[in-house]
């Protein structure tokens, strides 16, 4: 058995299925980008927007398409999510053009403002279907500058053309990447099913490097390596990433399992903590242990030290000391045999 997760490579038929719904989800999100693309005046929210806008896009249809679809193949998942991006991309074109022939008032004055419009269903429909039509306005558009203007000026043509293909850009990396994100979670060949996840958003481990030796030895010291600390806001309030008073790091854990009782995961992150410029403190989780394969026995364990909250001790466990309130039965021995 594999030490850690890693995808089979394949999909369920019923990704098929799931394809013409990631199509419709694609549509109707080009479709409110577009509209706001058009009524916003501002073009540093508009990249924003396109950026978080692109990333929500592929997370949720991720959670749609690939998980109902049970894609482990990220081969499959990539073309999924260009496609997708492509359709958006092409979406919000053709809304837009359609707006732009069908303005009218100008609301605003010559530093900012925007064009009331409204698309015709006909003409939406004959430009979706005309791809070269397509291109051709938007060639037209941009050699003018252009529908808006930035303090009375038009924009550049070579601007606009950068501008626009930075947006097409995000959307095909920046969806693609959130769309794939599904196929790094866990799944039981056996059972056929999505492990399932339970998160623990904060956990305190002992010396990271020590703690992940344990875990992947199987050595039963783990136990006193991982205990529930202080809350999340006490972390975030802290000015730097440091141990507290027993020698224990912050950290997330999240354990997988399914039907199949061999086929468990475990993983592990760090919670980094910086204060920026402002003052104000960011928190970052840095994976130090990718989803590893653990046994039933582990799971469990792992599951009852977090949720009952074993007593911490005064400090983490060094691999030459032993600690006797360790349950000895079972468990696995320092040179991960049975005991």
């Known amino acids: 058995m594999e030490k850690y997760y890693r995808r089979s490579g394949k999909f369920s038929p019923r990704a098929l299925l799931m394809l013409p719904v990631g199509i419709v989800m694609a549509i109707v999100f080009g479709v409110i980008y577009a509209y706001l693309n058009w009524y916003n005046p501002f073009i540093y929210i508009t990249v924003v927007a396109t950026l978080f806008g692109a990333w929500f896009f592929g997370i949720f249809a991720s959670k749609v398409v690939v998980k ?49 419009s409204n698309v015709k269903s006909e003409e939406l429909l004959y430009l979706a279907f005309n791809p070269d039509l397509v291109w051709q306005h938007i060639d037209t558009i941009r050699s003018v500058g252009g529908v808006w203007t930035i303090k009375g000026s038009k924009m550049h043509p070579l601007f606009l053309a950068v501008i626009w293909g930075i947006e097409t850009l995000i959307f095909l990396i920046v969806t693609t990447i959130g769309f794939t994100s599904q196929t790094d979670e866990p799944f039981c ?31 039963r010291k783990w136990l ?58 960011e928190t970052t989780p840095v994976e130090i242990l990718p989803p590893l394969n653990i046994d039933q026995k582990m799971y469990l364990a792992l599951k009852d030290q977090i949720e009952n909250g074993r007593p911490k001790v005064e400090k983490p466990i060094s691999d030459g000391e032993h600690h006797d309130d360790l349950p000895d039965e079972g468990w696995l021995d320092d040179e991960g045999d049975e005991a």
Request: hydrophobic fraction near 40%; charged fraction near 25%.
């Open 68 to 116: 109902v679809g049970k894609i482990r193949s990220l081969a499959v998942a990539v073309i999924i999510g260009l496609l997708l991006a492509i359709i958006i991309d092409y979406t919000q074109w053709v809304i837009w053009i359609d707006l732009a022939f069908n303005a009218t008032d100008n609301v605003g004055n010559d530093q900012i403002g925007f064009l009331v």
């Open 224 to 281: 006193d390596n991982v205990y529930v600390g202080k809350d999340f806001d006490a972390i975030a309030a802290s000015e730097e990433d440091e141990e507290d008073d027993t020698g224990h790091f912050p950290g997330r854990l999240q354990l997988y399992t399914s039907g199949d009782r061999n086929n468990s995961f475990v993983k592990l992150e760090r919670i980094i903590t910086k204060v920026n410029k402002k003052g104000e403190s």
């Open 189 to 219: 060949e056996t059972t056929g099913t999505w492990h399932e996840q339970q998160a623990y958003p904060l956990v305190y481990i002992g010396e990271p490097q020590e703690t992940v030796d344990f875990l992947k030895s199987g050595n």
